[in-house]
Every structure is written in C-alpha cells, then in structure tokens.
C-alpha cells in the first residue's frame, strides 16, 4: 500500500494551489463582470477543491496503516464530506449548463440570479447539508485501503448509494444534452458559421464529451450494483481499486483542465494572478532583505 500512498499524496497535492490560483481569478472575473456562470463555476471549483483535499489528507493513511484504526470516526467523516460534494457536483455542474442556455436565449439575465435558480441551489445546498450530517452520524463511507466505498454494514447506506445513482445519471444526461443545445444556438446565430464560431462549437462539444464520458464510467464502475455492465473488471483486486481512487483524483484535475485550455480570458486572468503572487513575493523578498541591510 505503500507506493499507492506515495501516488495518491503525489497527485492530490498539486491540486490544491491549483484551485485556488484558478478560483481567484474567475472571482476577479466576476467582479469585473458580475455573471452566475462565474459564480457556479466557482462552486464546481470549490466542491472539487474539498474532495481533493480529502484525498490529500487521508493518502497518509496508506503510508502509515495504523492512522486508520487510531482516527477512523474522523476518516470516516471526512469520506462522507468528500463523497457528499462529489454527489453536489453532478447537480451544480447541470444547473450551469441549463443556465448557460438561458442566458445565451436571454431568457435570464447574466448578472443575477432569477429567484427559481436560487430555489434550485437552496433546495441543493440543504440537500448535501442532510446527507453530510446523515452520513457523519451513521458512518457510511469507509476507506477500505486503497479506495472509498459506501459500508453497507452501516444503517441507510444502500439507501443513499442508490439515490447516487439515481441522481447520477439524468444529471449527466440534462448536461450533456444543454450543451448539445448550446451548440446547436451557436450554430443557428452564425448560420454561415465563421472560423471562430466553428471553432467554438467544436471545443464545447469535445469538452463535455470527454467529461461526461469520464464521469459515467466512474459512476458505473463505482457501485456494485452496476458491475454486471462491467463484469470483466475486477473490482476486488487492490491495483484496480487503487486505479479507481487514483481516477477520483484525477476528476479533480479535468476542470481546471479544461478551463484552461478553452477559456481564453480565464487562461489570462489565471496568468495574471500568478504574476501579482510573483511580484507580492519579490516585494516581501526585497523589504526581509533591506530590513536585515538596516539591522
């Protein structure tokens, strides 16, 4: 288990710098332009933040086996927290996507949000509160080195792995159909369809492939009750459990991806903040150094 702690340390540390450079720079954006997609991106970024430092936090514990017996209620808890916000993930991720409809048909304005919206976010947000604290009291998750699943010995635990799954999959698909409507809108405005727009509609397109393809396979494999889809996957070897966990790990990753690579202005804005944290950094260099000229 030793090298699978090693990995997983490894993977989940950069991912925590990652976020917060990223995060910052579409608050800038927002504050240069108020916008609700801003403000829903940066929650997606800040549920992905908490299930990577989640990981962060319990890889040790493959390193030093013993963590697990001495902290389990405290492991257990954190397990609940980061399996709680990747199941808010999948919901937030569609509301941004119907959103970016609305707006693009003007349907709601850009820089608020419309009061059934907010309805949708509450109704959320409590949601996930209920199932933390829920799952915090009963214990459900359970890291079983080297992944986390739900313990089925644990009251109410085969209860909310279905609601997962129920909740999974019409998720992915509402997304991934807006955005197969977002092209099509794109498509329609610029009927004679210039380079840039093609451009445009092609990079949403492999975007959101490729991140709901990713996320469908994690979902499938991830609960026994789906395995018969994926029968010639051993799930009870240790290096294909590992693989799974590294590939929640590796979810954390495919936002700030993809943002990067097809979000130009926030491609810049990221660059500029790392500039600004350079140059707070000389700064405080330069003032230690005269300080210790002086003395």
Known sequence: MLQYGIIFLALSAPTIPIFIVI?????????????????????????QLVQASGHFLTAPILIFPNLLSRFD??????????????VADLPVMTLLAVCRILIFSNIINAKKFPFPIKIVLFSLMSWIFFVIVSGSITQNMKFSPPWWGYD?????AEVFDSIEIYLSFPCLAISYLAYLIIIFLIYCKNIKSTAKSRKIEISILLQYTFVTTYITFMVIIWHPTLFSLLSFIDMSNKRNQAILN????????????MLLIFNRSIREDVGNVLDNQMKCGNKVKAGIVSRFIQT
């Open 152 to 156: 089925y010995e644990m009251p109410y």
């Open 246 to 257: 590294g590939l929640w790990i590796i979810h954390c990753y495919v936002n700030p991806t």
């Open 23 to 47: 995060m910052k720079a579409v608050l800038n954006k927002d504050k240069q332009s108020a916008n609700v997609t801003y403000k829903l991106m940066n929650l997606i970024n800040f549920l």
């Open 73 to 86: 209620f405290v492991i257990r808890t954190i397990g609940c927290i980061m399996n709680s916000f990747w």
